[in-house]
Structure formats: C-alpha cells, structure tokens
C-alpha cells in the first residue's frame, strides 16, 4: 500500500489557493487566535507599537503592489497616504460615519493616484520615480497651503471614530480595528495576485514588451496598479489620521515615502508577507535603538546622545545591508527556513 507524500494538484485552482494543505490553514487560525489574545497580555506601549503596525502594514502591502509586484517606482506614497487622511478627516468633521469616510478617502486617493499614474505609460524606472517625487512635492504644498481644507500649518483635530455608537478610544479597542483593516488588506492584495491583474502586473514588471505583445493592455493594468496602491495607501491614512488623533503636513513629508520604499525592499519585493516583514522590522527598529541607548546611558552616559544623533545613520547602514546580503529580503529568508524545517533531518 502506498501513500503520498507532499502536495499534489489537478487543477490550477487547487494551486492557486492561498493555503494549499491543512497544516498551514491549522497555523494561520492559530496565529489569528494568537493575535486575537494578544492585547489581554499587553502593556498601552506595546499596544500602541502593535498598532503602528497594522496601520503600517496596510501602507507597506499597498506600495509593495504597485513598486514589487507591477514595477512602477514611487516616490510618492507618503503624500499619497496624507491626501486619505485628509480626506477620512474632513469627513468625519462633516457628520460622515467613520466606515464611509475611509470608504472614501480610499476612493479619493485612488483617483489622486490615478492622475499621477498616467505618466507611467511613457515613463519607466527613474523618471517615473522623478514624476511621483513630483507629486509628492506638490501634494505637500497643497497640505500647507490648503487652508480651511487641510488646516494648513496648524492641521486638524480628530476624534475617536465610531461605529454603531461604539468609540474606538483607548488603544485595546483600536487594536481590533485596525487588525480587522489590516487583515483585510493583506486579503485584498493577495487575492489580486492570483487573479489575471496580478498576472498581468507580473508581466509588466518582468517584462512589459512580451507582455504588450501577447495583448497585456499597459496603460490600463498601470493605472489600475496606481488606483489599487492609491486607494489602500488613503484607507492606511485615514485609520492613522483617527489613530492620532490629529493630522498636519509635516507627517506626510519625503522621509515617509523614502521609509516605506525601505519597508519593501527589506521585505522583499513583490512579496505580501514581505510587506508585513518590511513594517514589523522598520517600525521596531526606533524602539530597538532606544532600549539600546537607554541600557548604555547607564553606564556611558556621554554616548547616549551620539546613539540619539546616529539613529538615521543606522537606519540607512541597514537598509545597506540589505541591499548587499539580503537583496531578496525577508521574505527570501523565510522562505529558506521553511524550506530547511520542510526537509529536515534531510535537508542539504
């Protein structure tokens, strides 16, 4: 009698599902349970740096789409986030249910996004790149300067969202919020990539000649991969606005677009859980370096504040490192773990 070994399908559908065999759907709801469980064990720090995270991921997973997964540069995507929390913003301040107005500030992000993306069909690699750091110029003066819309440099105030009456205000309760968004969007993506719009992002980004010659519409999949980014980078800017509680245009500079392009190259691109691998490892390194610093202020009290000033040096060194030892990101690395633990004791 002999039994299988190892997965096998007859169908491309059987291969195309996100969990192909019952041990990793076994995982993935223990881990959902996990995370479900995590706030009862959770200080109102650490809670707030989970919190981060999910907002994080949602902007990580939705720039990832568009730069790792269609290969359309920006340097833009900070902007981009600040136009979804303007806009959540002055819906709510307008009587707008907290649901509807992210719904909407999605939606204005992504047509914003989807005027910025036109350029893309003439333009590839660094000039593209070059033209969404012109949004992001543009879109940061209009924040400035946007008067009663934006609040100009005083910003604007939010409150606690609400839904049914029920006030997300104390960071165990926003937890479940933004989890439930966040989950959400990491759904959302991965079920674009195993549709033909993930395929043809793929192709594009490969190779857009082939791809145009086999009928791969490239003005079209461009703009939507812009619109798709867009819209999950204004759902992450709105959840942020109503998270702090406040929004001004210095929060959504350059430096914001150039972190998230870290979060997916240290990732990986083109992977959704490299997106959650790229948020997780640049939104704890601050917290790592301060406990670091603070552990040797006690015994070098002179060198704490040479740590303080060497902390964007840091961060540049390993996005360096990376580059150089990890090119494929975390998601590669992952990868290889799961493969040696798949073969062992066998593995080679």
């Given at each position: 009698m002999q039994g299988k070994c190892g997965?096998?399908?007859?169908?491309?559908?059987?291969?195309?599902?996100?969990?192909?065999?019952g041990f990793q759907k076994l995982m993935v709801g223990l881990f959902i349970l996990a995370l479900i469980a995590l706030p009862a064990i959770l200080n109102v720090h650490l809670t707030s740096i989970m919190n981060t995270i999910f907002i994080t991921v949602i902007g990580a997973v939705a720039l990832n789409l568009l730069t790792g997964v269609c290969g359309q540069i920006s340097l833009g995507h900070g902007a981009f986030i600040g136009v979804g929390a303007y806009a959540a913003g002055q819906c709510t301040l307008h009587g707008v249910p907290f649901p509807l107005a992210i719904l909407v500030a999605g939606l204005i992000t992504a047509m914003v996004g989807m005027v910025f993306g036109i350029p893309s069909l003439r333009l590839k690699g660094i000039y593209l790149a070059i033209a969404t750091l012109a949004a992001q110029l543009v879109l940061e003066y209009v924040f400035l300067h946007g008067g009663a819309m934006t609040g100009g440099s005083n910003g604007l105030l939010l409150e606690a969202p609400q839904i049914l009456?029920?006030?997300?205000?104390?960071?165990?309760?926003?937890?479940?919020?933004?989890?439930?968004?966040?989950?959400?969007?990491?759904?959302?993506?991965?079920?674009?990539?195993?549709?033909?719009?993930?395929?043809?992002?793929?192709?594009?980004?490969?190779?857009?000649?082939?791809?145009?010659?086999?009928?791969?519409?490239?003005?079209?999949?461009?703009?939507?991969?812009?619109?798709?980014?867009?819209?999950?980078?204004?759902?992450?800017?709105?959840?942020?606005?109503?998270?702090?509680g406040y929004i001004s245009a210095e929060q959504f500079n350059i430096g914001m677009s150039i972190s998230y392009l870290a979060m997916i190259i240290i990732g990986g691109l083109g992977s959704v859980i490299g997106s959650v691998f790229g948020a997780i490892f640049i939104?704890?390194?601050?917290?790592?370096?301060?406990?670091?610093?603070?552990?040797?202020?006690s015994y070098f009290p002179d060198i704490v504040q040479s740590i303080v000033a060497l902390k964007e040096g840091v961060f540049g060194l390993v996005l360096i490192l990376f580059l150089i030892?990890?090119?494929?990101?975390?998601?590669?690395?992952?990868?290889?773990?799961?493969?040696?633990?798949?073969?062992?004791?066998?593995?080679?």
């Amino acid at each position: 009698m002999q039994g299988k070994c190892g997965l096998f399908f007859t169908s491309y559908q059987g291969e195309a599902q996100i969990f192909q065999s019952g041990f990793q759907k076994l995982m993935v709801g223990l881990f959902i349970l996990a995370l479900i469980a995590l706030p009862a064990i959770l200080n109102v720090h650490l809670t707030s740096i989970m919190n981060t995270i999910f907002i994080t991921v949602i902007g990580a997973v939705a720039l990832n789409l568009l730069t790792g997964v269609c290969g359309q540069i920006s340097l833009g995507h900070g902007a981009f986030i600040g136009v979804g929390a303007y806009a959540a913003g002055q819906c709510t301040l307008h009587g707008v249910p907290f649901p509807l107005a992210i719904l909407v500030a999605g939606l204005i992000t992504a047509m914003v996004g989807m005027v910025f993306g036109i350029p893309s069909l003439r333009l590839k690699g660094i000039y593209l790149a070059i033209a969404t750091l012109a949004a992001q110029l543009v879109l940061e003066y209009v924040f400035l300067h946007g008067g009663a819309m934006t609040g100009g440099s005083n910003g604007l105030l939010l409150e606690a969202p609400q839904i049914l009456g029920f006030t997300f205000d104390t960071e165990w309760r926003m937890y479940y919020l933004l989890f439930f968004f966040a989950a959400a969007a990491l759904l959302m993506v991965t079920n674009i990539m195993r549709s033909k719009y993930g395929r043809a992002f793929i192709s594009i980004r490969d190779y857009y000649l082939s791809a145009e010659i086999v009928g791969v519409n490239l003005f079209w999949y461009k703009l939507v991969a812009f619109g798709v980014s867009s819209f999950l980078a204004g759902v992450a800017g709105g959840l942020a606005a109503h998270y702090t509680g406040y929004i001004s245009a210095e929060q959504f500079n350059i430096g914001m677009s150039i972190s998230y392009l870290a979060m997916i190259i240290i990732g990986g691109l083109g992977s959704v859980i490299g997106s959650v691998f790229g948020a997780i490892f640049i939104v704890l390194l601050p917290e790592v370096l301060n406990i670091i610093s603070n552990g040797l202020g006690s015994y070098f009290p002179d060198i704490v504040q040479s740590i303080v000033a060497l902390k964007e040096g840091v961060f540049g060194l390993v996005l360096i490192l990376f580059l150089i030892f990890e090119p494929e990101g975390l998601a590669h690395r992952w990868r290889l773990i799961k493969a040696y633990w798949k073969l062992y004791p066998f593995a080679h």
